[in-house]
Nanobody, 127 residues
Framework: QVQLVESGGGLVQAGGSLRLSCAAS????????MGWFRQAPGKERDFVAA????????AYTDSVKDRFTISRDNAKNMVYLQMNSLKPEDTAVYYC????????????????????WGQGTQVTVSS
């Protein structure tokens, strides 16, 4: 089991930047791919980015490519999402999650493959 706590959300103007952090506790964090997802009001939870257990492979949804960067520090049990050039449509609650399976490669984009969701952090981008 991996416990996750997100932080770093807030209110930012369009074009601004935020860095989300996800602190993990529990055993074997470094064995799991990690993902970031987001959920806007009235919408389903959508994939944003994922990173393999080693950090060597990343994946992004098309709408955030070239703007967002996912990274991890296995020594610190941390996962990050650097978000640049933010747009109002990026407004959502952002969640991090750990893969259900250890050592999956490449990381999956499917929400159903993830477990141990954090409580989420609100990101609001004003126009």
């Amino acid at each position: 089991q991996v416990q996750l706590v997100e932080s770093g959300g807030g209110l930012v103007q369009a074009g601004g930047s935020l860095r989300l952090s996800c602190a993990a506790s529990g055993r074997a964090f470094a064995n799991y791919a990690m993902g970031w997802f987001r959920q806007a009001p009235g919408k389903e939870r959508d994939f944003v980015a994922a990173i393999s257990w080693s950090g060597g492979t990343t994946a992004y949804t098309d709408s955030v490519k070239d703007r967002f960067t996912i990274s991890r520090d296995n020594a610190k049990n941390m996962v990050y999402l650097q978000m640049n050039s933010l747009k109002p449509e990026d407004t959502a609650v952002y969640y991090c999650a750990a893969d259900l399976l250890q050592f999956r490669h490449p990381p999956t984009l499917l929400p159903g493959a993830y477990a141990n969701w954090g409580q989420g952090t609100q990101v609001t981008v004003s126009s």
